[in-house]
């Protein structure tokens, strides 16, 4: 994938874990898939990453601290992209100052509920006016140092990432298991394309087994 030095970004890495049918959710969104090994895992993958990125619904669902907690080792930035400011100032992940916490907000988010964010410890990111400017966030990250992000965001942040060109990389942990559901959260959500010859093309970096999961990585192309 071809940057523009003019303004670079950090390198992204879309990760999660799915059912065999591509579900990430089930309609009443209990997420709980991984495998403890799969959890160890990721956790080891945070600590390498500069920063975390996930969207307003996941935040207010699951309430995350998005911390490195499995291994010992040093936990990242986390990134809220959430254009109405809506985070609660009393959520979880700002139970840990340090890393710190960026929320990326729009310019039409109010003063009000940006000012609560800064005061319960965040650093507000505003750009972009109907929704947050993904491409300008991330050209702003890298201005502050950020190299490397994970991306744990759900189906809608993940399909905005992915079709906008900056996601790199893929790593997905498939489970043995088939839940339905046309309410369920798939891993790539959104209005997605038209034709199969307008998909994201991806190509096939490694697969390996881990225990009764498969894990896949991807390269995007």
Do not use: C
């Not at 990453?49 to 307003?56: E, K």
């Not at 996601?167 to 942990?173: F, G, K, L, P, S």
């Not at 038209?194 to 896949?216: D, F, N, T």
């Amino acid at each position: 994938m071809v940057r523009s030095s003019h303004n670079p970004r950090p390198t992204v890495t879309l990760i999660g874990s799915m059912t065999l049918d591509g579900k990430i959710a089930t309609r009443t969104g209990d997420s709980k898939i991984s495998s403890l090994t799969d959890l160890k895992t990721l956790h080891q993958i945070r600590s390498r990453n500069d920063a975390l990125m996930i969207g307003i619904g996941t935040l207010l669902h699951d309430n995350p601290r998005l911390t490195v907690r499995l291994v010992k080792r040093k936990s990242p930035i986390r990134i809220i992209v959430d254009g109405s400011a809506r985070t609660p100032p009393n959520s979880r992940i700002f139970l840990d100052r340090d890393p710190g916490v960026i929320v990326a907000v729009t310019k039409r988010a109010s003063k009000k509920r940006v000012d609560r964010l800064r005061q319960a410890g965040a650093t507000v990111i505003r750009t972009g006016s109907g929704q947050v400017n993904l491409r300008a966030l991330l050209t702003r990250l890298h201005f502050l140092g950020i190299r490397r992000i994970l991306l744990e965001g759900g189906g809608k942040l993940n399909w905005s990432m992915i079709s906008n060109g900056l996601v790199d990389n893929v790593r997905i942990t498939i489970a043995p298991i088939v839940i339905g559901g046309k309410r369920a959260t798939t891993l790539v959500d959104g209005e997605g394309v038209a034709k199969i010859s307008h998909g994201i093309k991806l190509m096939p970096v490694s697969m390996r087994r881990q225990g009764k999961e498969i894990v896949i990585s991807y390269k995007v192309r």
